[in-house]
């Protein structure tokens, strides 16, 4: 129950503090809006279908996210979304980081307020990259950072929690921004408790009155400020009920109560009114009719606002005090609704708490639910390591004690010898780089010259033998013209000039022996067809034994299918030798980096183009390399000589390099 009780007051305290401030939507106010929620989201679909329509400049941009918060104060959550995702891509068009991030920060928000943590998470963390990006508003980059540490907290990741808001804390204590460093604080001290350290977290706890009257002294919103000394009190009250001071959390949880505005938020009230509950639970035998009032009023405001997690914590302290009572019956009742609810909206740190009271009491399931237990104990707690890091809150409160320091004078001046140092050597591994990256270059060149080299003189000799190959060929069929056909034709003529045409069988002879002739004709036409359809694929050959040769240390399976129709001859040996070039660093590529299984190469004749494409499925690409890579640099440059187009992509675990090459198409064929 005590590490419900403090993860909920956190989510309460994240919720409320934590959020940005809502947005007095300029936009709407100024057309004097009706207070009534159709009215309003009426207006602002209108006036977000008009701003839609308007020029794409950083006045828009802000007007839609005004709309956006419009949106999510009114828990119109889906529209709130669109509207955010809107402002991202039109930030991404004008390259606006800080667009970009802020509207990164309010489907954070959103998610957050949907309770959809790790959709929250992943975009606090997006917005704190680009805010990070643009160095120009470390306030937002440091809020971030504090609303990630407030996630993981909500979802029972302390450790991380505690190192995102120590970064936070860290960064905010040079911006003097005094919410958010109270915020932090809070959520640092919450954290601490949770992991046991209660001195330490006692510690966190003392600086926040000095933080809160630091914030009344700057004018921050009277109703915020009272809000934050309900959470105080209340936070105080929850610990000492975890470290068992129960005499020392009544007074805390008794005097917030008596604040004349405590009823104006609903969650906190119910947080106080259960944490005096188990005060005097725990310190009282004979206040049972006191008790009963608190707890009942407390889960009564929850179930009003319907808030689930407060609903599931009223019915876990009210079985536990039902326990305490000796009412197992209605102890088990109330625990069974507190895990049902649990379950439903995957409350896990809750499920884990009913499992726990379940185990222990209900003797008839006792050991499917201790076997239930187990299981969820182990599925929440494998990502949590067994120690926290130390080492960085001791870090941050080294530095903060050191900017107390008055021997500022000194370190600036070790720092301004150390930042020359720095520059000098940054200034001398800068030149060895760019003169590495030279040298890099002319090898790269001198390995080009020599590759073409190369293929050219295997397309020479490919050529050569192709042409020794024809000379053959029609050697071959001149010889078997003469030998065959005219001398069987010659035979046959004269059979003709001696015969007597009405002789039948005579007759029948002479045609057969033309008919013979005529298929030996055939033959041989059918072998030279064949002859000269094999010369059309001799580059063929070699584009296939570049794929079937290639090896690599992830024994990648090559294989090459090329259309038949393919007429190489449309190329001259300059194109042949760019198209294998190309071939050839697209399997560079696959045997260095892809780790593929198998590798295929699709040579394609389509209506006007020369189809090259290359399928793996290996790990796929990186976007950035596409760019900056120098084999693909170099591909492009040799596909633009080709006036051809190269595309890259992914999908379905496959990975596929497409060379679209131009071709002049001659009787309807390559």
């Known amino acids: 129950m005590r590490i419900q009780l403090s993860l909920f007051i956190f989510i309460i305290f994240m919720f409320v503090s934590c959020k940005k401030e809502p947005i007095k939507s300029k936009v709407l106010s100024t057309q004097g809006l009706a207070v009534e929620d159709k009215v309003a989201l009426k207006y602002a679909d209108s006036l977000y279908l008009e701003l839609l329509n308007k020029p794409n400049d950083s006045l828009n941009r802000e007007k839609l996210l005004e709309i956006a918060s419009e949106y999510e104060n009114r828990r119109v959550y889906s529209k709130s979304k669109e509207t955010s995702h809107e402002v991202f891509k039109r930030a991404s068009i004008k390259k606006d980081t800080l667009h970009k991030a802020k509207a990164l920060w309010y489907l954070g928000d959103v998610y957050d307020s949907e309770e959809k943590l790790d959709s929250a998470f992943m975009y606090y963390t997006k917005a704190e990259k680009w805010y990070a990006l643009s160095k120009k508003d470390s306030l937002n980059w440091a809020r971030m950072i504090s609303y990630k540490a407030g996630v993981l907290y909500e979802t029972g990741i302390q450790t991380e929690s505690e190192v995102e808001a120590i970064r936070a804390l860290e960064m905010l204590q040079r911006l003097k921004a005094t919410r958010l460093i109270y915020e932090t604080t809070v959520a640092m001290a919450l954290n601490l408790g949770d992991m046991e350290e209660y001195n330490e977290a006692l510690k966190y706890f003392n600086k926040v009155p000095h933080l809160l009257h630091q914030l009344e002294e700057e004018g921050y919103k009277p109703d915020k400020v009272k809000r934050s000394w309900l959470s105080y009190y209340n936070n105080l009250a929850n610990f000492h009920n975890k470290t068992k001071e129960y005499a020392k959390a009544k007074p805390y949880a008794e005097k917030a109560l008596k604040s004349k505005n405590v009823q104006d938020f609903p969650e906190v009230h119910a947080l106080l009114l259960n944490n005096l509950a188990i005060a005097y639970m725990y310190t009282s035998g004979n206040n049972n009719r006191i008790i009963d009032s608190l707890l009942n009023t407390a889960l009564e405001i929850r179930n009003k606002i319907d808030h689930k997690q407060g609903i599931i914590a009223s019915k876990i302290t009210i079985a536990e005090y039902l326990l305490m009572k000796k009412d ?343």
């Open 328 to 670: 197992t019956v209605n102890a088990l009742m109330n625990m069974q609704e507190a895990y049902c609810i649990s379950i439903n909206h995957k409350k896990n740190s809750d499920i884990l708490i009913c499992l726990d009271f379940l185990a222990k009491n209900h003797i008839k399931n006792k050991e499917h639910y201790a076997q239930k237990y187990h299981q969820v104990k182990d599925s929440l707690y494998q990502l949590e390591k067994a120690t926290r890091n130390k080492f960085a809150r001791i870090a941050y409160e080294t530095d903060e004690v050191a900017a107390q320091n008055t021997l500022l004078l000194k370190r600036s001046w070790y720092y301004a010898i150390g930042g020359v140092i720095f520059f000098l050597i940054g200034v001398g591994l800068f030149f060895i780089y760019r003169l590495q990256l030279k040298n890099k270059k002319l090898a790269y060149h001198r390995k080009e010259l020599s590759n073409i080299q190369k293929i050219q003189e295997l397309l020479l000799e490919q050529q050569l033998v192709a042409e020794h190959v024809r000379n053959d060929e029609r050697d071959r069929i001149a010889k078997d013209l003469h030998d065959a056909v005219v001398n069987r034709i010659f035979t046959t003529r004269l059979n003709l000039e001696k015969a007597n045409m009405l002789d039948k069988n005579q007759q029948e002879k002479l045609i057969s022996e033309l008919k013979k002739s005529e298929q030996q004709i055939r033959e041989i036409s059918h072998d030279i067809h064949s002859s000269l359809f094999h010369q059309k694929q001799s580059f063929s050959h070699v584009l296939e034994d570049l794929v079937n040769t290639q090896k690599n240390n992830f024994e990648t399976k090559f294989s090459c299918s090329i259309d038949l129709q393919i007429d190489w001859n449309v190329l001259s040996i300059q194109q042949k030798t760019q198209v294998y070039l190309i071939l050839q660093e697209l399997l560079q590529n696959v045997n260095k980096h892809a780790q593929a299984s198998v590798c295929h190469v699709f040579f394609i004749q389509s209506v006007n183009n020369l189809v090259i494409r290359v399928h793996d499925d290996g790990v796929g690409f990186n976007q950035q390399k596409i760019t900056t890579g120098i084999g693909l640099k170099s591909i492009q440059v040799r596909a633009k000589k080709l006036n051809a187009i190269v595309t890259t992509k992914s999908q379905n675990n496959l990975t596929i390099t497409e060379i679209n090459i131009p071709i002049v198409i001659v009787n309807n064929s390559f």
